[in-house]
């Protein structure tokens, strides 16, 4: 708890708030003729990082940007992962409660199962991603004697359908598995709101014409198959709004 | 140590939209209710604000709302020769948590199910003769007409806009001519079309069907429920399903029962407090209340005169189960009754891709649509086509969200540049045809106690054992090609049909439409609650929610779920309290 949020609870319990006295998370009772429950500056703000937030070492992050690259090519259609820095995305995604598996059911025993039954790999995405990187640098060590970062485009395409077409296994974790996971976690960093990291200046949404989080499209629902060209607005404005 | 508590009237189990039903019935009939709820409190300012409700990744893929699999999740297998694995995080479906429950992040597309499938087994055997031997399909002991009070009012109390097809037995122009008689319109008119759903009810219309408004509980204008709470008109932002809104125009619990619910003395909730079992008198004869545990991991033992199960589908069964009330179904004899008779959903679609028209899918809202029930229940002949039920076909235009909505055509690659191009092509100028299919319980699809996975708290997980019938591939298959049809005569560049084959995968996400395992019936044998969802086993236990349907209709469930926990709660109020024991003698 921080100091502004114990003040508050300090005053609130001065006040006799016992029911929102309680702190976010522990049980309460509420109700009793008391009304809604409601303090000042509590609401959920979303969890995003900073720049701080790291998990790759700078050789992996170098891979995993280079594999983003090749998934969404920048290329003369437009930007792709590496205009939209799609590679901090997932480094940030990592280091917090997702790349942790925080918020998955993570018992065993493990079992590979059906493809039906979904995930099923003993690590958290973090680890997951850790591990398979160390392989296909292997892999790409014993096949090409170069890095993955080293290979040529159409030799990195190559490796990645290998891996996408299970072609290409690894040991100690499935290569199908992790780049399932990549490719799903790259298309999250290239078209999450910016305040995650990627997506920067709104790129992605610019490039396929999603004018992003306006709230109100009332003057728009008769648009009778006409384009509507509305800039793109993020959870915290555009730069128009917020920079000088 | 379990710590005893004073006793209240009545304790619900759970407070989404059937909690909230109950407590308000119970509480404006004089009685004493508590609340217990898993998950947070959750209300519009803090929750939900418009400043950070529209957050794609954090709603839906991080699951900032719903159940965390850390918790309690389930395991899956398709069939009972499989060993049941976990679902380590959710994807099929998306059980919800916290105040509100999942009725914060539906779409909020309100259908009432047709007066013939609540009488599923004997309106079919009539018309068709015997249903296939394993076939478990029922009846639900409580007809349409007796339910149809309770549709106009929970209609009434979500604001449902919409256009009647049948008032009172006379057919209206514009609705859906389908439906069984209602005694009053929708309280508010449809919402705004767009341009999709103007080419998806011109071409239904040039095949002879007949297209009405999906009845929405996304406001078409300002609205006061019967409660005095106010609803604002939907701004069409595109982010309804998994997420809540901001802007009080979706009907939720919060915005149109709760905040009433807290102003009353005789109301309260306690949340982060997750009810572990149900608790029976020394005789067994009656539930004597229910012990839960609360975030410090105290436990207490909370009595009450009557017990509502409110949870989900799933975790009503699972509290059944566990608690060890009511014989648990197996599927070797077919003899028991919890955890019998799991159904889900069976979706196909056929996306239509434009080249000049933009469809601007953004402007959306969760239950903006046009939608026909010709091929809905029994409002076609079956003969000879092998299979019972059907499903409602639609256009809606509920997002373009970009994580989750970027259509590509055939033979485009999943990534490079190619996908790439091929998003931005379409991303503005697609609209999808969807066949929202029944699904017809079997003996082998059911939901049990897992031998081997334990949640957060050491119990067992529920497993489920599940996978598409004949009946659902039947109705699938000769439902798809109509909508394919109708997307064909939309005017778009081209079609492409995404059929329903394979087994059930537990990973792409359907629809958060489970239902069954504490069905209702006339017949304890067969059922675990009777029609006015009151237990077989102890008179004080009711059930709510979509667990009881006996088999899934072809519409979303929410509509049917208020009418029966309006239902149940009115033979609580003027029967049971009257005169406390079993309302149906076996």
């Known amino acids: 708890m921080d100091l502004l949020t114990r003040r508050h609870v300090m005053r609130l319990m001065l006040l006799g708030g016992t029911a929102l006295a309680a702190p976010h998370g522990f049980a309460a009772e509420l109700g009793r003729g008391d009304g809604l429950p409601w303090a000042p500056s509590k609401g959920e703000n979303p969890y995003y990082g900073t720049r701080d937030d790291r998990f790759f070492t700078p050789e992996e992050r170098e891979i995993v940007a280079a594999i983003c690259a090749r998934l969404i090519p920048s290329d003369d259609d437009g930007p792709g992962a590496t205009e939209a820095d799609v590679v901090t995305f997932i480094d940030r995604q990592m280091a917090g409660f997702y790349g942790r598996g925080q918020h998955w059911y993570m018992k065993g025993p493990y079992s590979q199962g059906t493809a039906t039954q979904g995930y099923q790999s003993e690590h958290p995405p973090a680890i997951l991603y850790r591990l398979a990187l160390a392989e296909l640098e292997t892999y790409c060590a014993s096949q090409h004697e170069a890095r993955f970062v080293d290979l040529s485009e159409e030799q990195q395409d190559t490796v990645l359908t290998g891996l996408d077409e299970e072609e290409i296994e690894f040991e100690g974790v499935s290569a199908k598995v992790f780049f399932d996971l990549l490719l799903k976690n790259a298309i999250e960093g290239f078209f999450a709101d910016p305040i995650y990291g990627g997506n920067r200046d709104m790129i992605a949404w610019r490039y396929i014409g999603f004018p992003g989080t306006r709230y109100d499209y009332r003057d728009f629902v008769d648009h009778r198959g006409k384009a509507i060209p509305l800039e793109p607005v993020s959870l915290i404005g555009r730069p128009g709004w917020s920079r000088p | ?88 995080h959710w994807g099929s479906f998306l059980p919800g ?104 009810a011109a ?75 149900i608790e029976k008198a020394p005789d067994g004869s009656m539930a004597s209340g229910v012990t839960y545990i609360d975030a410090n991991g105290d436990s207490f033992f909370q009595p009450a005169e009557v017990v509502v199960l409110c949870a989900y589908p799933l975790e009503n069964t ?89 259509p590509v055509p055939d033979n485009v690659p999943s990534w490079g540049s190619r996908w790439k191009k091929a998003v931005r092509e379409n991303f503005l100028k697609t609209t999808s045809v969807g066949v929202h299919g029944a699904s017809m319980a079997h003996r082998s699809n059911y939901l049990d106690l897992d031998p081997t996975y334990t949640d957060a708290h050491g119990r067992p997980l529920l497993r489920m ?122």
């Open chain 2, 1 to 88: 140590m379990t710590k005893q508590l004073p006793g209240v009237d009545i304790v619900l189990v759970g407070f989404g939209w059937t909690g909230a039903i109950y407590a308000e019935k119970l509480t404006a009939a004089g009685l004493n209710v508590l609340a217990l709820e898993r998950g947070p409190w959750r209300d519009t300012p803090n929750d939900f604000a418009t400043t950070f409700a529209q957050d794609e990744l954090r709603y839906y893929w991080r699951h900032g709302m719903f159940q965390e699999a850390s918790q309690a999740t389930l395991t899956f297998r398709n069939n009972s020769s499989q060993t049941a694995l976990p679902m380590r």
């Open chain 2, 97 to 200: 948590n916290g105040v509100g429950g999942s009725g914060v992040h539906w779409n909020g597309q309100t259908y009432r199910f047709l007066p013939s499938d609540f009488l599923a087994r004997t309106h079919n055997e009539e018309r068709y003769g015997p249903l296939p031997e394993h076939v478990t399909v029922q009846d639900y002991g409580v007809t349409y007409d007796e339910l149809e009070p309770h549709f106009d009012y929970f209609e009434k109390i979500c604001g449902i806009c919409g256009q009647a097809g049948n008032l009172n037995g006379e057919t209206v122009e514009g609705g859906n001519p389908f439906e069984g008689p209602r005694s009053d319109n929708y309280p508010n008119p449809p919402m705004q079309m767009t341009f999709s759903q103007d080419r998806f």
């Open chain 2, 203 to 277: 071409a239904a219309r040039e095949l002879g069907l007949s297209p009405f408004p999906v009845p929405s509980a996304n406001m078409s204008r300002a609205y006061v429920n019967p409660l005095g709470l106010q609803l604002a008109p939907c701004t069409y932002c595109g982010f309804c399903e998994k997420h809540g809104c901001g802007n009080y125009s979706k009907s939720s619990p919060q915005t149109t029962i709760i905040h009433v619910l807290m102003q009353r003395p005789n109301f309260a909730l306690r949340t982060n407090s997750e009810v572990l079992s």
């Open chain 2, 318 to 406: 699972r509290l059944l189960l566990l608690s060890q009330i009511g014989e648990p179904y197996d599927p070797q004899s077919g003899e028991g009754v919890v955890g019998k008779n799991y159904c889900y959903q069976v979706m196909s679609s056929a996306t239509v891709f434009y080249d000049e028209e933009f469809t601007n899918g953004f402007v959306g809202a969760g239950a903006l649509g046009m939608v026909i029930d010709d091929y809905n229940g029994d409002n076609f002949d079956h003969s000879g086509l092998g299979f019972i039920g059907g499903g409602y076909i639609a256009c809606h235009t509920t997002n373009a969200r970009p994580i989750e909505s970027h």
């Open chain 2, 465 to 586: 054992t599940y996978d598409f019938t004949l009946n659902d591939r039947r109705l699938t298959q000769h439902l798809t090609p109509v909508a394919e049809q109708i997307a064909n005569g939309m005017g778009g560049r081209e079609v492409k049909v995404n059929i329903r084959r394979g087994s059930y995968d537990s990973v792409p996400y359907q629809t958060t439409h489970n239902t069954g395992g504490t069905i209702m019936g006339a017949d304890p044998k067969s059922s675990v609650v009777n029609r006015y969802c009151q237990s077989w086993d102890l008179p004080n236990l009711f059930v709510a929610g979509a667990g009881l349907f006996p088999q899934n209709a072809g519409y979303n469930p929410t509509g049917t779920v208020g009418a029966l926990a309006y239902w149940s709660v009115d033979a609580i109020i003027n029967q049971y309290l009257r005169q406390p024991g079993p309302l149906v003698q076996p």
